[in-house]
């Protein structure tokens, strides 16, 4: 019976060094979650030489290139670390809140303090909208109609927009023991984390394994829709380990 592939199968990240170069002596390997697609392109340059001919007489192989991309809709900080900007990740939460709620500015002393989710910190001011979705305008202090001024969280209004709905967006931090955040540091150019890939693409009781020893990621891709799933994009690119070889491949025929 021949063999036929289907789906998009599972593949997994193995990090091997982080973007200083360091080994990574006990590496934790990562899936792609909801992988989506994937594909591996193999391909080299070609020289030719010609004669007095229309067609060469010769045809040589130059540099050749494995490069590749794939698709996966489940969102991993860790993963994401690990094989594309291998720096320092850290437990805890940064976000933000677009208030689609709002709330009615008091009277005396005219403040709002929105409750921060995940008994979080403050952090950020992101803008007051008023009950037509126009922008307040922020100031350093003393605001009159239509502006507001913000202090460690705690949010003015001018007297005059007593019991006016308000929309305040914020960013803020928590801790968390499963969430994840990265800064993303100004690295010397070269430097780049390397991972080895495994993609398995089983069908019908056969199997089809590709295994790339190392590879370094040239892209991350976010790309958000309106009534639809994320679905965000690595991009990918192989070369030889030391011992020279770039990619294991075992079909079941």
């Known amino acids: 019976m021949a063999q036929y592939l289907f789906g998009s199968g599972a593949m997994f990240g193995i990090p091997t060094a982080d973007a200083n170069g ?3 002596t006990n590496p934790t390997p990562q899936q792609f979650g909801v992988l989506q697609d994937v594909s591996i392109d193999i391909s080299f340059e070609t020289k030719t030489l010609h004669g007095q001919g229309q067609f060469p007489v010769a045809v040589g192989r130059g540099k050749g290139k494995i490069s590749g991309k794939a698709k996966a809709a489940q969102v991993n900080g860790t993963l994401y670390n690990s094989l594309f900007f291998g720096q320092t990740l850290t437990s805890g939460i940064i976000a933000a809140v677009n208030d689609a ?5 008091p009277s005396t002393p005219f403040t709002i303090t929105p409750t921060v989710p995940a008994s979080g910190t403050w952090s950020r001011d992101l803008g007051v909208r ?3 979705g126009l922008p307040m305008t922020r100031v350093a202090s003393a605001p009159i109609a239509g502006q507001y001024s913000v202090s460690a969280g705690v949010y003015t209004f001018a007297a005059a927009d007593t019991s006016k709905l308000v929309f305040i967006n914020y960013e803020y931090t928590a801790t968390s023991t499963t969430a994840k955040n990265l800064t993303v540091k100004n690295l010397l150019m070269g430097y780049a984390p390397t991972f080895s890939l495994a993609l398995s693409l089983p069908f019908n009781g ?3 394994y590709l295994r790339l020893p190392c590879v370094v990621s040239s892209k991350l891709s976010f790309a958000a829709k309106n009534d639809d799933f994320s679905v965000p994009e690595i991009d990918l690119e192989a070369f030889a380990d030391t011992n ?4 294991y491949i075992g ?3």
């Open 22 to 24: 360091n080994a990574i």
């Open 101 to 105: 709620v709002g709330a009615v500015i």
């Open 130 to 132: 008023d009950a037509n």
């Open 206 to 208: 056969k199997s089809f």
């Open 244 to 247: 020279g070889d770039v990619a």
């Open 251 to 253: 079909t079941s025929e």
